[in-house]
């Protein structure tokens, strides 16, 4: 059997080639963010849910924060402990997002999920002159980048965002978010959840203001370096699904063709794969 992960720094989703009854969902596995134990932990529950875990002969993982060979090495490591019989294939994100989007048509693939990465894809091969910068210097148009914003212009006082806050029941006391950012072992996705309250009521002004800022900041760092390579660009995430309208937008404004958004890239593989 063929398993096939989908892994962003929220959540990884499992699944089996050929058994679409089977379908598991773990926390995210970016090797960039999260520590070895946590990572050990999460691949040996995902390993249990198997019945049979010595049938699973060919697994392909396809992460964030999984462009390097150190962190490919941990996640693939990890995976062929748990995984004996398995061979272990993996993947950046980057390349489920150029497969599920192009196929073997060449454009620019972006990421706007919990984080964000864009890269050159030739159709088979991605090429990176821009490096992602992580949530403490990039992600800019993503969660992060989102919430990041967000909190910053409502814990220096714009109370306009307390209703939209606590609409979605998040911790709106000042005091109390810039604790638990700095308590929490995961940051990034604590700032992300805030993203939420910004995508949920893109028909306000002030929030649609802010996600056009945070997008097009994407498409001045990540984007514009390949515009002499392509003007197809393409999305993958959740985010670049809640905001399609404004990023169509902004690819017309910039003489760009939004070639297509896929929420969630395993889809599109998995179809793939089975064909």
């Keep these: ?30 090797p960039m963010v999260a520590p070895i134990p946590f990572l050990e932990m999460e691949i040996k529950n995902v390993a249990a849910h198997q019945n049979n875990v010595g049938k699973i002969t060919r697994i392909s993982f396809y992460g964030a924060g999984c462009a390097k ?27 489920a997002a150029a497969k599920a989007v192009f196929n073997t048509t060449e454009g620019i693939s972006c990421i ?13 091969n991605l090429v990176q002159d821009k490096p992602a910068l992580g949530y403490i ?5 993503a969660g992060v980048g989102i919430g990041r914003a967000l909190l910053k212009d409502y814990l220096y006082g714009n109370t306009a965002w307390l209703p939209f806050i606590k609409s979605l029941s998040l911790e709106s006391d000042p005091k109390e978010i810039i604790r638990a950012i700095y308590a929490n072992d995961k940051p990034n996705t604590l700032i992300a959840q805030y993203a939420e309250v910004a995508l949920k009521n ?11 800022n945070q997008f097009n900041q994407f498409f001045d760092d990540m984007v514009e370096p390949y515009r002499g390579k392509s003007r197809k660009v393409g999305f993958v995430g959740s985010v670049a699904h809640y ?24 889809e599109n593989i998995i179809k793939q794969l089975e064909s």
């Design 112 to 124: 706007l999920g919990t984080g964000s990465n864009a890269a050159y894809y030739d159709g088979k």
């Design 243 to 266: 905001g399609s309208e404004i990023l169509n937008e902004i690819c017309k404004d910039r003489n760009m063709e939004l070639y297509g958004i896929v929420k969630q890239p395993i």
């Design 1 to 30: 059997m063929h398993l096939v992960a989908d892994s962003g720094s929220t959540k990884t989703e499992w699944r089996i080639v050929h058994n679409n009854d089977y379908h598991l969902l773990s926390n995210g596995l970016n």
């Design 202 to 212: 893109l028909s306000n002004p002030m929030i649609q203001k802010l996600v056009r």
């Design 69 to 95: 060979n150190e962190s490919k090495e941990t996640i693939k490591g990890l995976l062929e402990r748990f995984f004996p019989k398995a061979n272990v294939e993996v993947y950046s994100d980057l390349i």
């Design 137 to 141: 210097l990039g992600d800019d148009g």
